[in-house]
């Protein structure tokens, strides 16, 4: 009742050629990766990394923004525009106010072009994508560097004008 497989001493009188992979009738098939194709899974992995960078500057609204603003702005969700001036206020110490929504922020950096930017959306449920609109929760506010002195202290402000002269 003993099995050539579990039988040790079949095995030994079997020979040589029972003990090998491969030979034999019951020998099971043995899968081994090959280079090949663990180079195309690879490939094709670069391929679709790269393929969605291209097609999220193809969708995006101003890909120019993807340059220079950082992805911690939502900047990917298509969520920064640019602004009028008239949508902030200066405050002091580098601040801001949203006049929409009466937020106060931190200048993130300054626009590159001299241009006003604010980066604002509101996660939607129901639809699962981002919402960009005027009443959204600010994440980033890039100013351009002339207006600068616009939002200092009216005590550095006056020591300025005064090392000036």
Wanted: net charge positive; hydrophobic share 40%.
């Amino acid at each position: 009742m003993s099995d050539t497989l579990t039988n040790c001493a079949s095995l030994a009188a079997a020979g040589p050629a029972a003990h090998s992979r491969g030979t034999g009738n019951n020998a099971e098939p043995r899968l081994r990766p090959t280079w090949p194709v663990l180079l195309t899974v690879i490939a094709g992995l670069v391929v679709l990394a790269i393929a969605e960078a291209a097609i999220a500057r193809d969708f995006h609204s101003n890909p120019w923004l993807l340059s220079w603003i950082p992805a911690t702005c939502c900047v990917t969700n298509d969520c920064c525009w640019e602004i009028g001036e008239r949508e902030l206020t200066p405050l002091p110490n580098d601040a801001w106010q949203v006049v929409s929504t009466g937020q106060i922020r931190k200048r993130t950096d300054w626009s590159p072009d001299g241009k006003f930017y604010r980066c604002a959306c509101d996660y939607d449920l129901a639809s699962r994508h981002w919402v960009r609109h005027q009443g959204a929760n600010t994440r980033c506010i890039f100013v351009p560097m002339r207006s600068a002195g616009r939002n200092e202290s009216p005590a550095r402000t006056a020591k300025l004008q005064t090392a000036m002269r």
